[in-house]
């Protein structure tokens, strides 16, 4: 079942509460504190009833959970900066590429032309009588050694240039396995937190608590070291009147229906009277 009831975990935080109350309850019988695990309620509605109840659980350990959101975000945050610098690096030295070609290819180039130019005229030197443009040859083959060594030098720099660049960029080791050993310390101290004031009250509370129902989307709590959860409502009278006091009586008017006779009737009525008073 996903945890989707701590709104203000990351997503990416979520699993982690999951995975840590499954612990608890898989662990619950090396804990003295849940041996009634299965009497009443069994470890599957224990769960249910901590995931309902996820935002109550997690914020017993906001403070630890916020530490170590910074942590991390500051971790990540320091290392995107360095290749941020170095891809403004290579924006600003847009032949930066083609230099470092030109310095490998340029002593192999001048390397190649120096041996051909140098055995030509070495071979040409040979013959009888040598040709006039065999010192020539060996003129060419001279300058191109030369231009060999100075593109050699010239390579050289360039490689110890660009370590120097590369190390002013680098993130060193040691200060990776700092932030790696504070970020793991954060962690550990927010599941510390997380298991022993918010997993392990609540699931010792729900198995003390007789009326606790799994089935409920926000589980019944006796006040405790965690706050329940919910409101009651307020009690509302009208105005002037008490608790005490007696609601009043009201009574339905009696109506009688009027007595209607025909005219016979009304007759000996009238005549009644008369005769008495005769």
Not at 15 to 27: C, H, I, N, S, V
Not at 73 to 84: H, L, M, N, Q, Y
């Amino acid at each position: 079942m996903p945890m989707t009831s701590a709104p203000h975990l990351l997503n990416e935080d979520k699993p982690e509460f999951g995975r840590l109350l499954d612990e608890a309850l898989r662990t619950a019988h090396e804990r003295p504190e849940l041996s009634a695990v299965g009497e009443r309620l069994n470890t599957e509605q224990l769960r249910t009833m901590a995931l309902n109840a996820g935002a109550l659980l997690t914020a017993a350990a906001s403070a630890e959970y916020e530490h170590y959101v910074k942590v991390r975000a500051e971790s990540r945050d320091g290392t995107a900066a360095v290749p941020f610098l170095e891809t403004d690096g290579e924006a600003h030295g847009a032949g930066a590429g083609a230099t470092a070609v030109v310095a490998v290819l340029a002593p192999v180039l001048a390397g190649t032309a120096m041996l051909i130019f140098l055995l030509v005229g070495y071979l040409l030197k040979l013959l009888d009588p040598p040709p006039a443009f065999a010192d020539t040859m060996l003129t060419a083959g001279w300058f191109f050694g030369a231009l060999t060594a100075a593109a050699i030098l010239c390579a050289a720099i360039g490689l110890l240039l660009t370590a120097v660049r590369n190390s002013a960029t680098e993130v060193p080791a040691d200060r990776e396995e700092t932030v790696s050993e504070e970020i793991q310390r954060a962690r550990e101290a927010w599941r510390h937190a997380l298991l022993e004031r918010g997993i392990m009250p609540f699931l010792q509370d729900a198995l003390a608590d007789p009326s606790a129902d799994p089935s409920s989307t926000v589980p019944r709590r006796p006040p405790g070291r965690l706050p329940r959860p919910g409101y009651e409502s307020p009690g509302f009278t009208s105005p002037g009147s008490h608790s005490g006091s007696q609601r009043p009586g009201f009574t339905s008017p009696a109506f009688t229906s009027p007595d209607f006779g025909g005219p016979a009737e009304r007759s000996s009525e009238e005549e009644g009277p008369a005769t008495d008073r005769d």
